[in-house]
């Protein structure tokens, strides 16, 4: 349909490769990148060859498709409700090391829900203590002449304990699965989208996650419904919602016809307490296709604690869905349901019974159990087997959940705004050409960081400096580079930084309004994985004085050395006496020097210092390395 001019400027954005919703040359041939580490069969897909025969009764024109009628194919709606179900927990109860993880993820980052762990747990021994004890009853027999034995026991039922059982089983379905699912996804995610920001992603996952780092979206909660104001070009590449209908509408929009109405009450309540989220479900695309949505929203909080905006971060993780990824119990009851997976061994009412006896129960087993029918029992028996050491079992992904923040009572802790894994350093910036920080999340936020420049934070070459912002000024494609961040900002420009500051990664991804201009940069931060450094480095230290050089003689064996900055020391070798020291003499040579060596330091020795930083290797304006 032809458009005016002034509505073609509208719908296309001023970097020409976002275009709208009302254009007809969309954005759906780049949407199909596979998801993350989702295998490309190329064998399995049908060729479509014609069919080279002549048969008077045939109008086959290709081979008939030999697609098992028998056989339901895969459906990510069905994936999806399969994912989040009863059957799922219940698998993880059944699988030891998923249950082991499942209950440290609960202790580290949802402790609330422990309780309501404990009490079905408890629940359900008590329910199979009831049903061991029916087994028993069945199992008593008629005794010949005596008469009260004709009637067989009645089986004992408490339907009230069953129902609150049910109760706190589906509490755990609908809350705490989801988050578990989150958390795992996370761990995968972060591990791949770091090593592709890093350049160490493997060549098999480098396409398959293309995109993944940089789609994002910043809503307005102070307008009506919470709508997109900003998004970055993937947004709409992935959603096939162009600039035209995405901006200025809430996101529901992505939700189905089977999208899990428990998250999304647990996504306005997010909104509506300003708290960061991270859930696991399904939407939709603007052709009708599913998939699995990994959505990471946080507070953007100001300088006064106020909340202002919400950033998300999205991550398609339908393959990590459909290869059932870090799920070992769900891909296990997923093979059974299809009858691939070998039989389990049946249980009887004791064994079911006994699989929930705690450690302090097991121990009362081990002393006492079959007390009544031992002929004889030793008194040493206790000291030699009922003390042996218990085995301790940890979970060794517990380490990777971060703690939640203590509550405390009549104090109210306010959410900071944290995104999980690999996003959990970033920041937002105004476009060029102020390039201020406006938010910053807890792990980057000191003081004064907030509307300070963000190139006055790049140490380093200047040269990277100055190509990182041509990049910024430029807008029209993401930015990946290689810096040395700084804690404090420094205004001068032109001097090279050599090599203090801390080795970090940068993802720049700019998020555009409705009329395609850059209205926010997001960036990543992510830490060099090669360094293993974590503290801050320092310039050298200036020259000492030729006064001090001559104090060598009196006292060899002393040595200055600076106070602690930071994590790390700088020193200057410096052999004084003490009785110099103690006299102030050496104090104006050395310890000013120090303090001030911009003063002290030569023209001729700022260049050798300049020119010892690290080799400067290639830049691009897309990648700054």
Not at 208 to 220: I, K, N, P, R
Not at 244 to 264: D, E, S, V
Not at 265 to 289: I, P
Request: some cysteine.
């Amino acid at each position: 349909m032809p458009t005016s001019p002034d509505s073609y400027s509208r719908a296309r954005s001023s970097a020409d490769s976002v275009m709208s919703y009302e254009t007809t040359a969309s954005s759906v041939a780049t949407s199909n990148l596979p998801a993350l580490q989702q295998k490309l069969l190329q064998d399995d897909q049908d060729r479509l060859s014609p069919l080279l025969e002549d048969d008077p009764k045939s109008f086959d024109l290709t081979a008939p498709n030999e697609v098992d009628t028998g056989k339901a194919g895969y459906s990510m709606e069905a994936r999806s409700e399969q994912l989040f179900s009863r059957e799922h927990l219940q698998a993880i109860f059944q699988d030891t090391p998923s249950l082991l993880r499942f209950t440290s993820f609960l202790s580290m980052a949802r402790p609330k829900s422990v309780p309501v762990l404990i009490y079905y747990l408890d629940s359900l021994k008590a329910i199979r203590a009831i049903n061991y004890a029916n087994a028993v009853a069945e199992a008593l027999e008629p005794l010949e002449g005596h008469d009260f034995t004709e009637n067989p026991a009645r089986p004992t039922v408490n339907a009230i304990l069953e129902e609150k059982a049910k109760n706190a089983f589906d509490i755990l379905v609908r809350d705490d699965l989801p988050a578990f699912i989150s958390h795992m996804f996370i761990q995968v995610v972060s591990v791949s989208i770091q090593k592709r920001i890093t350049g160490n992603l493997p060549p098999l996952l480098r396409e398959a996650s293309e995109g993944l780092a940089e789609v994002f979206c910043l809503t307005d909660p102070s307008r009506s419904d919470n709508p997109i104001i900003f998004a970055s070009e993937e947004f709409h590449r992935t959603t096939q919602y162009g600039v035209g209908y995405a901006i200025g509408r809430n996101c529901r929009f992505l939700q189905g016809p089977r999208t899990n109405a428990h998250t999304i009450s647990r996504l306005r309540e997010a909104v509506r307490e300003g708290k960061e989220v991270s859930e696991v479900f399904l939407n939709y695309r603007r052709d009708g296709s599913p998939f699995m949505n990994l959505l990471m929203m946080a507070p953007l909080l100001d300088s006064r604690g106020n909340l202002r905006y919400f950033i998300g971060a999205q991550v398609d993780v339908s393959g990590l869905v459909k290869d059932c990824t870090e799920l070992d119990a769900f891909q296990h009851m997923l093979a059974k349901q299809e009858g691939t997976a070998p039989k389990d061994d049946p249980k009887d009412e004791f064994q079911e019974l006994s699989e929930m006896f705690n450690n302090v129960e097991l121990d009362t087993v081990r002393r006492f159990g079959g007390s009544m029918h031992r002929e004889h029992l030793e008194e040493q028996d206790d000291a030699s087997m009922y003390h042996r050491p218990r085995l301790l079992l940890k979970d060794p992904t517990s380490g990777d959940i971060d703690r939640p923040v203590p509550q405390f009572p009549g104090i109210t802790v306010k959410n900071e705004g944290r995104l999980s894994g690999v996003y959990k350093h970033y920041i937002l910036l105004r476009p060029y050409p102020s390039l201020r920080i406006l938010f910053t999340s807890p792990s980057l936020r000191v003081p004064g960081i907030l509307q300070s420049r963000f190139l006055d934070r790049i140490g380093g070459s200047n040269r990277v400096r100055q190509s990182l912002e041509e990049a910024l000024a430029d807008g029209s494609r993401g930015v990946t580079a290689k810096i040395r961040w700084l804690s404090s900002a420094n205004s001068n420009l032109n001097e090279d930084r050599g090599d203090e500051g801390r080795p970090r990664w940068i993802h720049c991804t700019p998020l555009l309004g409705k009329s395609g201009a850059v209205g926010v940069w997001m960036v990543v931060l992510v830490d060099d994985e090669k360094s293993s450094a974590p503290s801050r480095r320092f310039r050298q230290a200036p020259p000492v004085s030729s006064d001090v050089r001559r104090l060598r003689a009196s006292s060899p064996d002393n040595t200055f050395l600076s106070e602690e900055s930071g994590d790390e020391y700088f020193s200057q070798p410096v052999r004084s006496s003490r009785t110099s020291l103690r006299n102030g003499i050496g104090r104006h040579s050395a310890v000013e020097a120090i303090r001030r060596p911009e003063t002290s330091m030569s023209m001729h020795d700022q260049q050798r210092a300049s020119r010892a930083g690290s080799a400067e290797p290639s830049i691009s304006s897309f990648a700054l390395v």
